[in-house]
């Protein structure tokens, strides 16, 4: 079955500094892997994706996500945060080989980037 | 500019009745889904459609019903609310039901079943 841990309920940093959302999975092939930000009585948004090929994502906002295979992580990362950044985060994976499976969500990670 | 919208919005209602939540997309994709996100900000899956057929169906009270007239509209009906019913509900379409498609979320429908 497939699974996805967000270690991190909560995440605080100052706005400018670099930050890093954590995302491990588990499935039984290969994965897709996705971020959604959810911004405060909205509905998520995707952020990136990764399918294949280059295991550095680039997506929206300027947040970018690196796939590593032998660590089973699909983290998010910002060179530099801005207080606009603030929301929560989901992680979510699909199993490429299993067609009859949806996305799996993370349980969400609330970044809070202070000014 | 919405690509995908939901109605209500906002939908309080007591214990023991119906009520429906409507979904409609307008980017000619081909698959829907119902998600329900809990107080704790879970996101689960509930239901998922491919040209108005049912293609996964996860464990949820048969008080639950969907239904989709055409591909561009799930809807979400709901029997006997109860108080755990509480929740927000997103709707969500893709181009297909392959794996590497990007869901596009609607804005979500906050149930407060009292």
């Known amino acids: 079955a497939q699974s996805v841990a967000q270690p991190e309920d909560q995440v605080n940093v100052a706005e400018g500094n670099p930050l890093t959302v954590k995302c491990t999975y588990s499935?039984?092939?290969?994965?897709?892997l996705f971020w959604y930000v959810q911004y405060p009585n909205r509905g998520l948004q995707f952020l990136l994706k990764?399918?294949?090929?280059?295991?550095l994502v680039k997506g929206s906002y300027g947040f970018e996500a690196e796939f590593n295979k032998s660590q089973t992580s699909f983290h998010l990362k910002k060179p530099s945060a801005l207080v606009s950044d603030s929301a929560l985060y989901f992680c979510a994976v699909r199993d490429i080989g299993n067609y009859g499976q949806n996305f799996v969500f993370g349980p969400g990670t609330r970044l809070s980037v202070l000014p | 500019d919405t690509a995908v919208s939901q109605t209500p919005k906002y939908l309080v209602t007591q214990m023991g009745n119906d009520k429906s939540i409507k979904c409609e997309q307008n980017?000619?994709?081909?698959?829907m889904y119902w998600y329900k996100q809990d107080s704790k900000k879970f996101l689960k899956i509930m239901f998922s459609y491919n040209n108005k057929e049912l293609i996964i169906n996860e464990t949820v009270p048969n008080r639950f019903s969907p239904k989709s007239p055409d591909k561009a509209h799930l809807n979400l009906h709901i029997n006997s609310l109860e108080l755990g019913d509480s929740a927000v509900y997103f709707c969500?379409?893709?181009?297909?039901?392959?794996?590497?498609?990007?869901?596009?979320f609607g804005p979500g429908t906050r149930l407060l079943v009292l």
């Open positions: 990764y399918i294949t090929g280059d295991n």
């Open positions: 499935v039984s092939g290969n994965p897709y």
């Open positions: 980017l000619g994709h081909d698959t």
């Open positions: 969500a379409s893709s181009p297909w039901t392959s794996t590497q498609e990007t869901q596009y």
